[in-house]
């Protein structure tokens, strides 16, 4: 299984530019959310998704926009990126938890660093 | 408002000392606690879980405990290594409902040094 895997690792974005990145899990899982992580905030829910076709917003959700056509692929889509969209990205994935003894850990990916000039 | 809180951003240790990394919180009451471990420039990884039955829980050299009256939880690291350098992450689901966690609240880290 390759896992969680995130591309671009790395991006530089001018101000007003779109841009979507791409997160991929082999593993079945329900649940899919997106992070993003800047010092001194630690990580923050954009988005999240409980399975193909739903979605919802977190914590931050404003100038991102998601969708889940698949239970593979959870992309995340920055409308007109700004400078504050400077930061670090993780997917993550997770089993809906049913199972008796779950540990409900979430498996992330490995981030896609993002500049916006 | 809700806060989970990592008292420490940084802790330098010796090694083979214990290493002990705290995380509070306020204003939620949590099933359960996670910890990850997070190395530079790679995604979190999930350590341990402590549901708020449980007191304490280990898994190897790693030992986490969970005092939902302090809103405290503990995790401490045995016999401490040089691999073990890394940032340590505490997260809680606030919006729990028994069907899986999918949007975690993370503090914000703390960030072990130990030294040869």
């Known amino acids: 299984n390759a896992g969680v895997t995130q591309t671009p690792k790395f991006q530089v974005l001018k101000t007003g530019q779109s841009m979507t990145l791409q997160c991929a899990q082999d593993?079945?899982?329900?649940?899919m959310s997106w992070y993003r992580q800047d010092p001194g905030m630690g990580l923050r829910l954009i988005h999240y998704s409980v399975g193909a076709g739903i979605t919802d917003q977190g914590e931050v959700p404003n100038g991102y926009n998601v969708s889940r056509s698949t239970t593979e692929d959870f992309p995340l889509r920055l409308l007109s990126a700004a400078p504050s969209q400077t930061s670090v990205y993780f997917c993550a994935s997770s089993y809906s938890g049913m199972a008796v003894g779950s540990s409900y850990e979430q498996y992330f990916g490995p981030g896609t660093r993002l500049t916006v000039t | 408002s809700q806060k989970i809180e990592q008292n420490s951003e940084a802790l330098n240790i010796q090694e083979g000392k214990t290493a002990t990394l705290t995380c509070n919180y306020t204003n939620y009451s949590p099933a359960y606690l996670q910890w990850y471990r997070q190395d530079p420039g790679r995604g979190p990884v999930f350590l341990l879980l402590i549901r708020e039955n449980e007191k304490e829980k280990r898994k190897e050299r790693l030992k986490v405990t969970f005092d939902t009256t302090l809103k405290q939880s503990l995790f401490h690291i045995t016999a401490s290594q040089p691999a073990d350098s890394a940032t340590y992450l505490c997260?809680?689901?606030?919006?729990?409902?028994?069907?899986?966690?999918?949007?975690?609240?993370f503090g914000k880290g703390t960030k072990l040094s130990v030294i040869p």
């Open positions: 997260a809680l689901d606030p919006a729990y409902s028994g069907a899986g966690s999918y949007q975690l609240t």
């Open positions: 593993m079945n899982h329900e649940y």
